[in-house]
């Protein structure tokens, strides 16, 4: 009982064991019922019997306690290593499933913008080709420099892939790159500005300006592909206090781009990658014509 009982029947049979203890010594020492003129003795014999009587039984109660705690502590163990596993397993699978999410994010990033830029590039050199030869010439040289820095990137997430390992071969784009990527935009056709406010308190983390990068990068994509004809876009950096605004607004077909944020997986892409760094990413029409999508991401405060 002691060993496998529940806590209550372990202490009954003890209680129940000394009593027993002190049963048997007074039969042992009651008189007998032939000699009715004896008195009970309360010597010390009955004294030392009922104490070696109730020890033997403390004794092997106790070692059945012992037994239980035993028990119980090894199947504690069990059930804490058995948890340890399943939150490993759990753990791994959601960092399977983020590294997946994230993996995706980047393929969309590079292939969606450069196809648009190489598609752009290419209607055009297919209509300037009649009229002006140089023109098609300096067309097909900016699809051929989208489509191999596309490549790089490409080799460069697939290497990650491969290794497990952050690969140096190209530094990963960051805020110092937008001027070349607003470039790379008007010589697709639109015509881009950048501007830039303020001075940062402080430098972002890397990650963060990757996706600053990532932002206008999908931005100004999903501008080729929707404004229309003649478009303008404006990529606004604003560095406060708190840390850096970003606006990226343009003049098209704003209304249409409605149906963009619903079923593209560039601005979900995009609210998910600001909000791993605590910031906000909002996107819509313009009232005065166009599309706007303004991000926030934060300083970092150690």
């Known amino acids: 009982m002691a ?10 049979t003890l209680a129940l064991g000394l009593l027993g203890a002190l049963l048997a010594t007074a039969s042992i020492f009651t008189p007998s019922q032939y000699d009715p003129g004896a008195t ?4 010390g014999d009955m004294i030392i019997s009922f104490v ?14 012992l037994a239980r705690t035993r028990r119980l502590a090894v199947k504690s163990l069990k059930d804490h290593a058995e948890r ?33 830029v190489i598609i752009t590039q290419a209607n055009g050199a297919r209509y ?25 990137e490409m080799r460069r997430l697939l290497g990650v892939l491969r290794t497990d390992e952050q690969l140096q071969n190209r530094p990963l784009p960051s805020l110092s790159d937008l001027d070349d990527l607003v470039e790379v935009a008007r010589n697709s056709g639109l015509e881009a500005r950048l ?18 990068y990532r932002c206008v990068q999908e931005s100004l994509t ?40 619903g079923a593209g997986q560039g601005l979900i892409g995009m609210r998910e990658r600001v909000a791993l760094y605590d910031g906000t990413c ?10 706007a999508v303004a991000v926030f991401i934060p300083y970092s405060e150690d």
């Open 3 to 12: 060993v496998y009982g529940k806590r209550w029947q372990s202490f009954s």
């Open 40 to 43: 009970p003795s309360f010597s």
């Open 52 to 65: 070696g009587l109730a020890l033997v039984i403390t004794l092997s109660w106790t070692s059945g306690d």
């Open 84 to 116: 340890l596993e399943n939150e490993r397993i759990m753990e791994r699978a959601l960092a399977a499933s983020d590294e997946r999410n994230h993996i995706a994010r980047e393929m969309h990033d590079i292939v969606a913008h450069s196809l648009s």
């Open 128 to 152: 300037a080709a009649v009229k002006d030869p140089q023109i098609a010439i300096e067309t097909l040289k900016t699809v051929s420099d989208t489509g191999r820095a596309s490549l790089k």
């Open 195 to 212: 501007k830039s406010a303020g001075t940062p308190r402080k430098e972002l983390p890397a990650g963060a300006e990757l996706t600053a």
């Open 222 to 261: 999903n501008v080729l592909k929707h404004a229309g004809t003649n478009a303008q876009a404006e990529v606004v950096l604003t560095w406060t206090y708190r840390g850096l605004d970003l606006r990226i607004a343009d003049n098209g077909r704003g209304a249409g781009a409605i149906k963009l944020e």
């Open 282 to 291: 909002t996107s819509g029409p313009q009232p005065s014509g166009g599309f």
